[in-house]
């Protein structure tokens, strides 16, 4: 295994569901999250039927929102340590694609 992907906190009124990936550090840099995200976002508006579909990344690590630009998701803002994680708290940057952008895009 190289890494996990997965969906969490599926909201079913308002259609969205949060994005979270992990991949190991031997994998950075190949664009292998890039086209995972690409097939996630992909398989969460087409099969499950998601309006939303939205992720977060510590600013301390700008690499993650960049593939989630380059995986067509959009910069939301930034929540003031609005994070915390096992290195403490951390402000916590917002991306999300909505279902319009996505097929207005095919």
Known sequence: ?????????????????????????????????????K????????????KRIYADHA???PASGKMQEKAGMKWEGTLRQG??????IYDKVMYAILAEDYFHED
């Open 1 to 37: 295994m190289i890494g996990r992907y997965g969906g969490m906190h599926p909201d079913d009124e308002l259609c969205q569901v949060e994005l979270a990936c992990e991949i190991g550090r031997k994998w950075w840099n190949q664009g292998l999250m890039t086209e995972a995200t």
């Open 39 to 50: 097939r996630v976002i992909e398989f969460f508006f087409r099969e499950v039927g998601m």
């Open 59 to 61: 600013k301390e690590n």
């Open 83 to 88: 994070g915390k994680c096992n290195n403490g």
